[in-house]
């Protein structure tokens, strides 16, 4: 299920919720002993209602997060695979990067002190 999935679960338990608690409000205008079974009965549906929302939500945080903690991974494992072939130019051809840093650095002083 998707995280779309879960918030649609979400709400419509929500919606459960809402709809429990306008009948509890109806049968308690009633009054009497089936005002009293029906709050009850709204009552335990409102409660039932409220625990699939928080377990929809809940769900749903959960499988954003795992897929938040993947995304990372992935972007360190990239970040240190990008890292090592940096290193490995580095070290094969040392003064081409040192003035390819060199250059970089000129365009990054001249861009800065042309902004004064």
């Known amino acids: 299920m998707s995280t779309r999935d879960?918030?649609?679960k979400a709400g419509q338990?929500?919606?459960d919720a809402d709809?429990?608690?306008e009948e509890m409000r109806r049968a308690a205008e009633k009054g009497g002993e089936a005002a009293k079974g029906?709050?009850?009965h709204a009552s335990e549906a409102a409660s039932h209602a409220t625990s699939k929302a928080k377990d929809a939500i809940e769900e749903g945080a959960s499988r954003a997060a795992?897929?938040?903690h993947d995304a990372s991974d992935a972007v360190e494992a990239k970040t240190r695979e990008v890292a090592g072939t940096v290193r490995e130019q580095i070290e094969s051809k040392p003064m081409?990067?040192?003035l390819t840093a060199l250059g970089i650095g000129v365009l990054v002083g001249w861009v800065l002190a042309?902004?004064?």
């Open 38 to 40: 029906a709050a009850a």
């Open 6 to 8: 879960y918030e649609k």
């Open 114 to 116: 042309s902004r004064r």
């Open 66 to 68: 795992s897929t938040l």
């Open 96 to 98: 081409t990067s040192t």
């Open 13 to 15: 338990a929500m919606n």
């Open 19 to 21: 709809r429990a608690k």
